[in-house]
DNA sequence: GTGCCATCTGCAAACGCTTGCAGGTAGGAT
DNA sequence: ATCCTACCTGCAAGCGTTTGCAGATGGCAC
């Protein structure tokens, strides 16, 4: 590229007028780089009348650090990697959003990757994001692959885990007890004397929070000597027409269930929403039930009793959790966050 | 630092391991430094069997590359900046979804910015990302703090913008057409015989889309001789409670709309949830329209007449406008991508 | 007027990787 | 056997900042 006449040796193409640097800005103010990097980053190092035309001098330039450098020299990133499965999904925006303010007010931002729910993609986004230069890493859920655990230790960035909260977790975790929230949601099913209770749910293989849930609905069936029909077992992703189909799809089963139990509100919505569609009344002739406490389930008709808890408060304390493993004392323990359960109009006892 | 007395020189602290180098890497593998970073960014430049015994070290080491040396030596960070007002709406967690999904494919990844509804902020944001390095930007909408405007200039980083169409934008723009979009919107309200309409939505100060929707309205009310009765504005920006609150507003205010078109559909969503709880009927009483075409819309009752296009294809393109930007000959155009009325059963002829 | 101290400032060496250039090697043609 | 030509590989010079160290500067006490 350029073969053009033009002199000055500057380029011309694409934009890339060469970058203005600490040394512009030096010889502008005349003062040495070392000085006007003291000026930006350690102002109290410099007297103040020189710090000023320093600023003058980045002004007046239009000065702007160069993160890369800063970074290679500094052996900092100043970046936080955050790989969620997808952000479609009420929470994780969330959680993404709660994060990129906390962790963005001390100075860090936030490089994101996708997952979807397959673990071997998120080792894949990870290597990607450690390449890219991060500090630390925000991950869902306590189970990944392997090699991300490997690369995890071999690079030594901490890592913080999401939504899933439990005592034997790998990397310091914050976020809900899952089988205890999927326990509460069916005893509260159980007491209102349901037995034949279902649960719509992602595959436990790729999803360990809904793993634990399943564990907790299974756990409370068990203690009163109940158990989770095979055919009361319908998988299936978060979304809303994800719920209805399932729903669809379960109120063909024999033996017809009595509750559905849904590990997302979403899906809870599409399934109540099926329901409508087939004039199968809710909560009169079936009980349903969702989780995650998202504001719409609140408004719809009927209004969807529901595990509640605060993606933004996960946010929050991971930020936290990190920000402590990188600038504080690394011993900020695990939090668990609450959950409760919402008992709102789409459950109720059985009908006859 | 390091006071303590294991030899080695090697540091203790934080898991703050010295990296792993290309020299390290180099030297077990028994060639230089050179011919590793060849044997993994350009492969065909090394003989195969040196390429084989260098991949060989570099697994045995878990070399991963250093981020930011390779963009300080490379004069580029293979990062896209994403600043966006909230990851709460849905169609912008899907643009970013879909951004980061094809900017992924061609090695970039993605920094994020939350910006509010705040211009100035906004800049702020787009500061922070400048100088942490990124090589070129995506914002939302066509109006931007002059402070921006400067920045982008001065650094010549691409700049796209999204979701607001129009010829005269001052970046190239991947988006819909809004004004359009906002007539047809109220151009169906006005066939079924509508005439006293309303309007939910942001601050037009703040969000130059809404603004354009908003003269789309005006310019199809203005078509046939009516206007936006000033009692018939009622800002909110787009949260279903927020809809419901504005709703409430409305219901109460003289003259009495006969229908309300609002800016976003949960806010359409919000809407009706409050007339049901009012027992306003929808669309017997009051027509409700919304915008956005997020697929809740569609399964609410009644479900939800509404102007849909697709985020992710706007995310799509607008990758491809940046990448062209980047990578391509930087000639692509701004394109519209289109935008349909999905009537559905929340708008109806008015009652008598 | 001299000497000492406290503050500031500049020098130069990293930080880890890329890449233009030149040298080396091996294989084929003569 | 010799020379030429590809094809590989290594050297070393950056890329823009930070930061330890030492030198410079000025103020103050004597």
């Not at 006449?5 to 011309?12: N, P, Y």
């Not at 980053?41 to 002004?59: D, F, G, K």
């Not at 450690?130 to 392997?146: E, F, K």
């Not at 809710?282 to 969702?290: K, R």
Request: glycine fraction near 10%.
């Amino acid at each position: 590229m350029g073969v053009g006449t033009t002199g000055q040796g500057g380029r011309m193409s694409k934009g890339s007028r060469r970058q203005v640097t600490l040394e512009d800005v030096a010889r502008l103010a005349g003062v040495s780089a070392s000085t006007v990097s003291r000026s930006l980053s350690m102002p109290h190092m410099v007297r103040a009348s020189v710090r000023e035309s320093v600023l003058w001098a980045v002004s007046r330039l239009g000065y702007v650090p160069h993160g890369a450098a800063r970074a290679l020299a500094r052996r900092r990133n100043a970046t936080i990697g955050v790989i969620i499965p997808s952000l479609r999904f009420t929470v994780f925006a969330d959680l993404v959003e709660s994060l990129q303010a906390e962790l963005g007010a001390a100075g860090y931002s936030v490089l994101l990757g996708h997952a979807g729910s397959d673990l071997r993609y998120e080792a894949d986004q990870a290597t990607a994001l450690l390449s890219r230069g991060i500090d630390a890493l925000v991950l869902v859920g306590n189970a990944h692959d392997q090699s991300l655990e490997r690369m995890a230790t071999n690079t030594g960035i901490p890592v913080v885990t999401t939504f899933d909260y439990r005592l034997d977790a790998p990397y310091p975790c914050v976020g809900i007890d899952n089988q205890a929230a999927g326990r509460a949601l069916v005893d509260h099913l159980l007491d209102l004397g349901h037995t034949r209770i279902a649960a719509l749910m992602p595959d436990e293989r790729f999803n360990d929070r809904a793993a634990r849930r399943l564990a907790g609905v299974r756990g409370a069936l068990a203690d009163r000597g109940l158990a989770l029909h095979p055919q009361h077992l319908v998988l299936g992703d978060g979304a809303a027409e994800v719920g209805r189909a399932a729903m669809a799809e379960l109120l063909g089963r024999e033996p017809s269930p009595s509750a559905v139990v849904c590990f997302s509100d979403l899906v809870a919505i599409g399934a109540v929403v099926e329901c409508r569609a087939r004039a199968v009344s809710v909560p009169g002739a079936v009980s349903v039930a969702g989780f995650s406490g998202i504001g719409l389930a609140e408004l719809t008709h009927p209004a969807i009793t529901t595990v509640s808890f605060s993606a933004v408060d996960i946010g929050r304390e991971a930020a936290r959790l990190v920000l402590d493993r990188l600038d504080g004392d690394g011993q900020a323990p695990s939090v668990e966050v609450p959950h409760r359960l919402e008992q709102r109009a789409s459950t109720a006892a059985p009908g006859p």
